[in-house]
């Protein structure tokens, strides 16, 4: 809405309007009709996706993962997924509550409900939330509630920084990395060494010993 206050938008919007007399929509109008308009517009075009004789046949599983927001609050995201189709579902502010596996799955179970228990077949999530699967499953036995296998097999290689030629390696990456940051003529050569270079997108990378892709990136 604030960008309506910019009166280069409102040429911009009476010229792409092909009137001089063309009036921009009010922010409050963003915000309540035009938003309401989209949004139900938006939500008629997913139902009728979901309704899809495919989609029903075929089945979807739901997502979870936690997040924080700008408040550091604790945020559980909820998507549901059919092969490439990936739609999202509610971001719930989980704050206040005690996140134990009944809670979890009682927002899971909500949300399945919500979809029609026939059209969902799975429930992904994290190994953290794994006392909330035998509940979801004993309400809708149909479900298989697992685990997020690439969550799973980075948690397996996280220990891979406890070999001695990672952990060696990483730490000299640290000091070459220091050194390159604290050294203002080595930086902007390692930059513009970077411009000429195939992986113009590579940056200096902070060694760390719990993600296996930062390891293997750095170790290259």
Known sequence: PNVLANPWMKLALKDIAGSS??????????????????????????????????NTEM?????????????????LNILAVQGKRVEFIE???????????????????ETIKSFGAETIVA????NATRSSWPLIEKQ??????????P?????????????????????ELGIVRGFIRRHQAVKAAFDQERQHSKQKSAALIKPCAVRFSVQVISVN
């Open 91 to 109: 971001a719930r502010n989980c704050a206040g509550y005690v996140k134990d596996g009944r809670f979890i799955a009682d927002m899971f179970i």
């Open 59 to 75: 089945g979807m599983c739901l997502v979870g993962d936690g997040a924080t927001n700008i408040r550091s609050d604790p945020i």
């Open 151 to 171: 969550h799973v097999v980075d948690l397996l290689l996280e220990d891979i920084g406890k070999m001695p030629f990672i952990r060696d390696t990483l730490k």
């Open 21 to 54: 007399s063309y009036s921009a929509p009010s922010p409050k109008q963003l915000l309540t009709t035009f938003l309401e308009e989209e949004h139900q517009r938006v939500k008629k075009i997913v139902n009728g996706e979901r309704r899809k004789p495919g």
């Open 140 to 149: 809708f036995p149909h479900i298989v509630a697992a685990p997020c296998m």
């Open 123 to 126: 429930v992904l999530q994290d």
